[in-house]
């Protein structure tokens, strides 16, 4: 009990900087940085949780992370690269395209659970207070676990091959990044949109599934006329997949006007999706309801 | 040194009726049928009392205006009210889950709200686990969790199942393990809604003991319940709550007294409270409630005698039902529940269609004459799907069906058990009274 009383005094010692305000905002706002950092423990538990529930009560647990990009590769390779025979910049053609799915499963699945996770957590948002943006935040950070592990794979494949990355490998981290805020920003327009309107969960998976054929990961963007680049780069997948090959693979042409439309197009859908997010938070638990008593 | 720890001014929070469903329409169609069912029940019971009541008025509920109180450090303050009346709401306010619509609060130091322990449970994790998650859920550090993990599974007593996932843990089990976790925050303020009625009764004791422990080590406790006597012993001071407002800012004697004066001049349930309140998933809706008795109109029936509820119910997706399991529970006047029916484990029902409507017969209606509520909730494999408050409005009236010559005021008790009295010699075997029956 010395320890409970150390906590309250120095609660105490800090005076009024402990003290909370709670009346009625208007208005846009931006995140609250330092509110998050005193919650970063639970984004970091949340998505352990995500992770560690994800794959409990099934036979080959994590497996499955790499058996889910393996095996779409393995039918693209048939379908687009034995039966249609799309280019693929000069690299064999089941590696093009495992570099293109891993980020694009990723993407997609991060989004359509973000989309649902304010719906699934519905118990916890309408009893105990702590910035709603965790929620959708922690899915993306799980899906980025799955994509650590698929990477095995891409390493593995990248060895029977025998192609080594290049200098441009630096500039992987930045993809990466880039592929996880372009999640996070559809994930707050969709999970804030979702939980008034569900007719988004319905929307998704069929959007997503257009979305992958207008996105590089069957075909190369080289494909894509020249005068049509800067449109293509509106989808900041294309952005993501493309520079994702080029710093791994040395694949394609490199960062160019299309990647910085999509990097445009990314940071743009990252802040609107958290002022949107951030507006909307107000009466999501007046939405849902309480959910029981 | 006399600090505030808590202070509201002019807290006020309004819903709309129907912003509930707003993401379908067709919810919003089927509330304003359920409303405008109970609505003219409403009128039918209590006459004209309520028809000047505007159409405007009852699409928005103030579930809190105006409500202005202090708090200071190390005060226990009890809340006591009818259902509905913003107690909860207040307690959601404080803890900053939904915004105030008007007037603000300050509260100082880290607020815990118990609203409902084992909140973030996930059933796939370990009781282990979960005490990690639902530590950090609540706020506390992980060093925090671990410094403190083994008085948390030593005061649960769950030290066997410790590893085990939550999911085959009893309801009782997840209740005793969330609320050990809640009690060992550090928390200045501690928001406490009814935690103490769960568990069996040793447990329920050890709750009590801490929650002494609690408000004696300087904590402020903001304690709402409706058992009057945990309320005069832990509190302080009380605040009233009535449709919303602030009635009472008193010591605890002096607000339970005007509360229960406020339930007796009522009488009857207040129109204005009793709007049938819709929540859960909305996977399955009750598009109607009602009860009936062989004689009398729907919604009044017989003391002592045969009754049914009887639910109408759709499947928001119009798939057949996996399944669905039911609960009634009927309150009195004051908001305190008297009975429930339950469909339980072995009753609940498997492959129904996606509409329908369902009855539940009850063999005797064990209550005296009087105003009740019922409440109804559908659970499907998911959780609760649907759930409405003030579901029926029940009026309970007497033609002697118990066959008693007069039954007892309220003050002795609100239900009635089938009984016979019987007497005997001094020295005689119990046995005759089984053979000689009804004597």
Request: net charge positive.
């Amino acid at each position: 009990m010395s320890g409970n009383r150390a906590v309250r005094e120095d609660a105490k010692g800090h005076g009024d900087s402990s003290v909370v305000s709670i009346r009625a905002t208007t208005g846009w706002r931006f995140l609250d940085l330092g509110e998050l950092w005193k919650y970063r423990e639970l984004l970091y538990f949340l998505a352990w949780r995500d992770i560690k529930v994800r794959y409990k009560q099934t036979a080959i647990g994590l497996a499955w992370a790499l058996i889910q990009p393996l095996a779409m590769m393995a039918i693209f390779t048939i379908l687009f690269g034995k039966l249609a025979k799309l280019p693929s910049d000069g690299i064999p053609y089941p590696l093009f395209a495992l570099a293109g799915i891993m980020p694009w499963q990723v993407f997609s699945r991060s989004i359509s659970e973000s989309a649902s996770s304010l719906v699934t957590d519905q118990r916890l948002i309408t009893r105990i207070y702590f910035p709603r943006i965790i929620v959708p935040t922690t899915t993306v950070l799980a899906g980025l676990v799955d994509f650590a592990i698929a990477f095995t794979a891409l390493v593995i494949l990248m060895l029977i091959y025998r192609i080594a990355p290049n200098i441009n490998l630096v500039f992987l981290p930045a993809f990466i990044i880039l592929m996880a805020i372009t999640a996070l920003g559809i994930g707050y327009w969709l999970s804030a949109l979702n939980i008034e309107y569900r007719d988004v969960a319905y929307v998704l998976p069929f959007l997503t599934q257009f979305w992958l054929f207008a996105t590089p990961v069957v075909y190369p963007s080289s494909m894509v006329p020249e005068q049509w680049q800067i449109l293509y780069g509106l989808n900041p997948m294309s952005g993501v997949i493309e520079g994702f090959r080029w710093s791994l693979l040395g694949a394609g042409r490199g960062p160019g006007i299309m990647t910085a439309v999509s990097v445009l197009v990314s940071a743009t859908l990252f802040i609107s999706g958290i002022m949107w997010f951030r507006r909307r938070e107000r009466t999501f638990v007046d939405a849902v309801g309480s959910g029981g008593r | 040194m006399l600090n505030t720890a808590i202070r509201a001014e002019a807290l006020s929070k309004q819903y709309r009726i129907g912003q509930l469903q707003r993401y379908k329409a067709l919810r919003a169609t089927i509330t304003s049928v359920l409303s405008g069912t109970v609505h003219a029940a409403r009128q039918v019971l209590a006459g004209s009392k309520n028809s000047n009541l505007s159409k405007e008025a009852r699409r928005h509920i103030w579930a809190l205006k105006d409500v202005s109180f202090t708090v200071n450090q190390g005060e226990v303050l009890g809340v006591i009210g009818h259902n509905g009346s913003g107690k909860s709401t207040l307690l959601k306010v404080l803890s900053r889950i939904t915004e105030p619509t008007q007037g603000w609060a300050e509260v100082r130091g880290r607020v815990v709200s118990l609203l409902e322990v084992g909140t973030g449970f996930h059933p796939e994790l370990t009781g282990r686990e979960n005490i990690f998650l639902n530590g950090a859920i609540l706020g506390m550090q992980r060093r925090e969790i671990a410094h403190k993990f083994d008085d948390i599974v030593a005061f649960s007593g769950l030290e066997k199942f410790i590893d085990t996932p939550v999911k085959h843990y009893s309801s009782g089990m997840y209740v005793r393990l969330g609320f050990s976790v809640a009690a060992h925050l550090d928390a200045e303020v501690l928001l406490v809604d009814e935690v103490l009625a769960v568990g069996d009764a040793a447990f329920q004791q050890k709750c009590l003991d801490r929650m002494h422990q609690v408000t004696n080590s300087g904590r402020t406790v903001l304690f709402v319940s409706h058992n009057m006597a945990a309320i005069r012993n832990l509190c302080s001071r009380a605040i009233v709550l009535e449709s919303g407002r602030l009635v009472c800012d008193a010591a605890p004697e002096e607000a339970i007294a005007q509360y229960l004066t406020s339930v007796r001049e009522v009488g009857q349930p207040d129109a204005s409270t009793a709007e049938p309140v819709e929540t859960g998933s909305g996977r399955v809706r009750i598009l109607r409630g009602k009860a009936e008795s062989p004689f009398g109109e729907d919604n009044t029936v017989l003391a002592g005698a045969p009754a049914r509820f009887i639910i109408w119910y759709r499947a928001a997706e119009h798939q057949s039902l996996v399944k669905l399991g039911l609960i009634i529970t009927v309150s009195d006047s004051n908001g305190v529940n008297i009975f429930s029916c339950h469909t339980g484990m072995n009753q609940s029902f498997s492959d129904l269609p996606a509409a329908g409507k369902i009855v539940c017969q009850v063999n005797q209606i064990p209550l005296i004459p009087g105003e009740y509520m019922a409440h109804i909730v559908l659970k499907d494999d998911a959780g609760v799907a649907a759930q409405v408050n003030n579901a029926i409005k029940l009026r309970v009236v007497d033609d002697g069906s118990f066959g008693l010559v007069d039954l007892l005021p309220p003050m002795w008790g609100t239900v009635v058990v089938p009984h016979q009295w019987h007497w005997l010699p001094e020295n005689s075997d119990m046995r005759e009274v089984q053979h000689g029956n009804g004597s």
